[in-house]
Nanobody, 112 residues
Framework: QVQLVESGGGLVQAGGSLRLSCAASRNIRGIIAMGWYRQAPGKQRELVATITSGGSTNYADSVKGRFTISRDNAKNTVYLQLNSLKHEDTATYYC??????WGQGTQVTVSS
């Protein structure tokens, strides 16, 4: 079973950028959908973005135009570029593979 390890989170000022990485323990080429979710304190986990093996992407309305998901199958890695960050983007961001496998999460904190 594939394991996922996220990195790249941190503290950033509003308007700043971060790039999150999700490294998989094995080849992800055959995994149809990879995604990023986030969970803020006291809130339910929510979808941020997904990407299929063919490169089709889907975004939550709240991040469209600001976040970009991409995948590098050769490196077994999925990325999430976060631009124009807002305070409300503060959350723990989780990588997901095939809708069933989760990473441990990486914290993103945006100061206003």
């Amino acid at each position: 079973q594939v394991q996922l390890v996220e990195s790249g989170g941190g503290l950033v000022q509003a308007g700043g950028s971060l790039r999150l990485s999700c490294a998989a323990s094995r080849n992800i080429r055959g995994i149809i959908a990879m995604g990023w979710y986030r969970q803020a304190p006291g809130k339910q986990r929510e979808l941020v973005a997904t990407i299929t093996s063919g490169g089709s992407t889907n975004y939550a309305d709240s991040v469209k135009g600001r976040f970009t998901i991409s995948r590098d199958n050769a490196k077994n890695t999925v990325y999430l570029q976060l631009n124009s960050l807002k305070h409300e983007d503060t959350a723990t961001y989780y990588c997901n593979a095939g809708a069933i496998i989760w990473g441990q999460g990486t914290q993103v904190t945006v100061s206003s």
